[in-house]
């Protein structure tokens, strides 16, 4: 799904050392590390948001660079792309629920009734009906994510990029998050997100990435298995 060679990103400084990594098609990859050590940072940068300061980036055996060369490409590469900001504020922008969770599946260009069954489903799953008809920007911080988060599903992406989307929510809701997101996977979806409580995602994700020097990539199992390592994942 995607080749990252040598890697960096620099603001003033360089934000994290050079690494390469693999992430398959279907895995669900969790990004761990202190604050500012870069796992929003990088999220950006597999989005395209940003422009690597040194090495590439590969979509789809494809070089990102290309993927963003022009519209039609660039369009084509986000329809794969399911991204979930930490700040949902800034991706909600439509006067209603109903027409924030189906303004995706509109850009697709999907037929009027393809669009409102998206909408109603993801409306049900995530039981947001009876919020459909107000206005996104007033409801709660945790009603703001769930919308935020049914407005990617209503896509259907490919691979979903999401920044400490647990954050904010209730028991109850961070519990459908993951029931949600694990099935998602075991359709075959690649799940990349950034968390600081590793003892949440311990039993959903695959693997690790840890933001240390150097950056490197855990399995679970490997976790488990080495007890000082849990130990630096559970103090974050």
């Known amino acids: ?10 603001y003033q400084t360089e934000v994290f050392p050079a690494f390469d990594l693999t992430i398959e098609s ?3 990859l969790a990004l761990m590390g202190e604050n500012g050590s870069g796992k ?10 940003l422009t690597p300061a040194t090495g590439e980036i ?16 660039k369009k084509k590469f986000y329809s794969h792309l399911g991204i979930l900001f930490q700040e949902t504020d800034s991706q909600l922008f439509n006067s209603t629920v109903y027409d924030e969770i189906a303004f995706g599946p509109r850009q697709l260009q999907l037929a009027p009734e393809e669009v409102e069954q ?11 009906e009876p919020l459909k008809k107000r206005v996104p920007y007033q409801l709660s911080g945790g009603e703001k994510k769930k919308v935020a988060f049914a407005s990617i599903l209503a896509m259907n992406p490919a691979v979903y990029l999401l ?6 929510l209730t028991k109850e809701t961070e519990k459908l998050f993951k029931q949600i997101l694990k099935q998602l996977q075991q359709l075959g979806k690649t799940i990349i997100l950034s968390s600081h409580d590793y003892v949440s ?13 150097p950056i490197k990539k855990y399995s679970t199992e490997e976790i488990t298995a080495d007890s000082t390592l849990y130990q630096q994942l559970i103090n974050y």
């Open 1 to 10: 799904m995607y080749q990252i060679k040598a890697l960096t990103y620099r």
């Open 26 to 28: 279907g895995e669900y």
């Open 40 to 49: 929003s940072t990088f999220l950006n940068l597999l989005a395209g948001f």
């Open 58 to 73: 590969w979509f789809e055996g494809k070089d990102l660079t290309k993927w963003q060369a022009n519209t039609v490409q």
């Open 118 to 128: 998206r909408v109603n489903d993801c409306l049900a799953l995530l039981k947001l």
């Open 163 to 168: 920044d400490e989307p647990f954050n904010g």
């Open 201 to 213: 995602i311990a039993h959903e994700a695959d693997a690790v990435l840890l933001f240390t020097d």
